[in-house]
């Protein structure tokens, strides 16, 4: 959880920092202007912001109102440290979008308790409101994949794989759960292509081909700007899941890192799932070939790093390809 402080005054800036140290899983950004803070937190995700009210340039009310027009942060809790204790005061501040006050000077014990409820609160509403959308990607993703033929498991076992990867590369809980939820939305792109190219039994032409390639751009354009982090990470993957190591891929022949980890992670649940399943073009691979296909394009196709995790678990991946078996 990121909690941003701002303070002009160095001395209350550090005492505060100090402060937030105590509170378990924050991660604390401090910085001295308003202007600043507004910078960052166009850029970051922000779960807390704890703001003086006495500030040059711009006051505390100033920036509030400024920090609500940016989309990240419109419904972000904010704590007000101020000495102005007229009721008239905290009412306006309250209007504008004011979640809570400290008084000066500061108190630590009150400083870490009130940080730390808002924060638990914002984590409560965020896995309110991902959940939801997890929920609501995988009903559509259910959607697409039955317009796609595809096997009725293959979304519940690449997300799962994703998962597994995801945590084999030393990713948080956190975004291993996001990427496992964002997943089955690779695909959504699909529903732009005609049922002519979509459902055909046979190799594409190279015409159809470039048509059918466009699908990661479909998703991700279906997917953008959103305001939901995990929206906005089905987006990036939905564009970049069919990108390769070397540079080869779709569809902006991203290269190595140029990739976002999480589109480098899919490649390879994806690619698993197809080919060790069965489909309308072709009969399910054995797992000592498909293996042998992960490994040969290690390093052109696949992240190195990725593919290790892939291997280092692969028993729980093999798990959960029985568990979730078609």
Known sequence: MDLLIVDDNPANLMLMSRYAQAIAGAAIHGVSSASE???????????????????????????????????????????????????????EALVRGVTDFLNKPIDRIEFTARCRNLLELRASHRRLKEQAAGELIMRLSRSIESRDSETGAHLDRMARYARVIAAGVGLSEAMQERIQMAAPMHDVGKVAVSDEILFK???Y???????MKLHTIHGARILD????????????????????FDGSGYPNG????????????????????????RRPYKPAWSLEQALAFLRDNTGSHF????????????PTLLRIKAEFAD
């Open 37 to 91: 803070a507004l910078d960052w937190s166009r850029h970051h995700d922000v779960d807390l912001v704890v703001t003086d009210f006495m500030m040059p340039q711009m006051d505390g009310i100033e920036f509030l109102q400024r920090l609500r027009r940016i989309e990240n942060t419109a419904e972000v809790p904010v704590i007000m440290v101020t000495g102005h204790a007229a009721k008239e005061f905290r009412r």
């Open 201 to 203: 039994p046979g190799r």
């Open 205 to 211: 032409t190279p015409e159809e081909y470039e048509v």
């Open 225 to 244: 700007d959103s305001s939901s982090p995990l929206i906005r990470l089905a987006a990036s993957i939905a564009l970049t899941h069919h990108e390769k």
């Open 254 to 277: 991203l290269k190595g890192e140029e990739i976002p980890l999480a589109g480098r992670i899919i490649a390879i649940a994806d690619v698993f799932d197809a080919l060790t399943t």
């Open 303 to 314: 992240d190195p790093l990725c593919m290790s995790a892939f291997f280092d678990n692969l």
